[in-house]
Each structure stands twice: as structure tokens, then as C-alpha cells.
């Protein structure tokens, strides 16, 4: 899954508020999900993680929410602070497929003091 | 968590060279590292599978005579960009997964922006 020519879409909240980041994941034999931050000029960084015989996993501030159903994922993130602003991506992975990461397109988030 | 060290963390160099870029494990054996590529605000694309002691397998698209991959070690990964023009200049991140974890989260190094002139 490469985007190719794509501008990202931007999430604008307010500090403080909860931020909500989806993503439409393509491969139906996908069975684990993960969600990144990247800051600019920078690797991508583990958020958290869900194998597809979960629908919710939460962790500190986060929640992700499988729905593979309509192959939907999403990131909650509670409160959100200055420093959550980034480039947010999910990725995909199938023993299938050799258990190759494949990013989605990614959201900008941009935090509001 | 484990730690993927990426060398060098910028490089600019002239067209028609060739650049290097490693990349390594810190703290854990991989037996497989990952390329990716991106661009200015775009996705991380995958570029190939780089797997210690064998060939690279390589992305559809993805020149394998272009971007050499070489996994001598279960800790590092070289990626060689061969006669690097200035539509490869782009943003190379690499990453790894231990080895006794084949179905786990990836870990990725700090990325290289790399610019042709």
C-alpha cells in the first residue's frame, strides 16, 4: 500500500480535548496492526499495538480500535498536550505476506494551546 | 525497548556517487531488516526485505541494481544508493524486528535524508 502524490490530512484539536486518528486498512488477511508517531526528520515511534483477535487495546492515553468488519482502525488519544503533534501512521502485517509492515497513508495532528 | 541505529543521519553528496547507509541493531539479532522511503509528506514505502546471508528481496518498482542491500551480520544492514541522482533524494528509514519475535512490532532507526544535488 503506497501513497503515492498524497497530502496528508490534518486533525486540528484543541489541548486538552481527545483526538481521534482513523485509517483504512486494504488487506483483509492482515492480522496485526500497529500505530506510529513520527516527528519531522525522524523515525517512525511505537504507539501501540493489536493483533486481530482483539477489537480493543488500550494503553497509557491510547486506545486503539480494530473493526475488521469494514477493516477500519482507529487511535483515541485522551487529552491531548502539545507534544502529541505529529505525523500519526498505521501499519499492517500478515503472517501471509511474511509479516511485511505496510503504512498507511498517515495523519498530521495538530495540537492547539 | 530495543534500539535501530541509523548512519548517517543526513548526507548530501553530488549526482553520479554513490552513498551508504547503515543501519544496526543495538541490543537484539535480526535476522530480517526493513527498508523504507519516503517522501515529503507522503507514507513510508517499502523498498525491500533486506535477510542476513541471503539475497534482498525487493519491492515491485524498486531497482535491485540501484539500491544494493547487503545483511553480512544478524546486526547490520547497508543500503547503497549507486549513482545517486536528485529523484532519490528522499528520506531512507530502516528498521528490525528480533529475531525471536518474527511476529512483533518493528523497531526503526532515526532515518537518513539523503539530497543529490
Partial sequence: GESVGLHLPTLSVQ????SIINCAYSNSASDYFIWYKQESGKGPQFIIDIRSNMDKRQGQRVTVLLNKTVKHLSLQI????PGDSAVYFCAEASMEYGNKLVFGAGTILRVKS | GAVVSQHPSRVICKSGTSVKIECRSLDFQATTMFWY???????LMLMATSNEGSKATYEQGVEKDKFLIN???LTLSTLTVTSAHPEDSSFYICSARPQTRANEKLFFGSGTQLSVL
Avoid: L
Avoid at chain 1, 485522551?78 to 498536550?81: D, I
Avoid at chain 2, 522511503?37 to 507514507?43: D, E, G, L, M
Fill in chain 1, 15 to 18: 489541548e486538552g480535548d481527545n
Fill in chain 1, 78 to 81: 485522551a487529552a491531548t498536550q
Fill in chain 2, 37 to 43: 522511503r519516503q517522501f515529503p509528506k507522503q507514507s
Fill in chain 2, 71 to 73: 545483511h553480512a551480520s
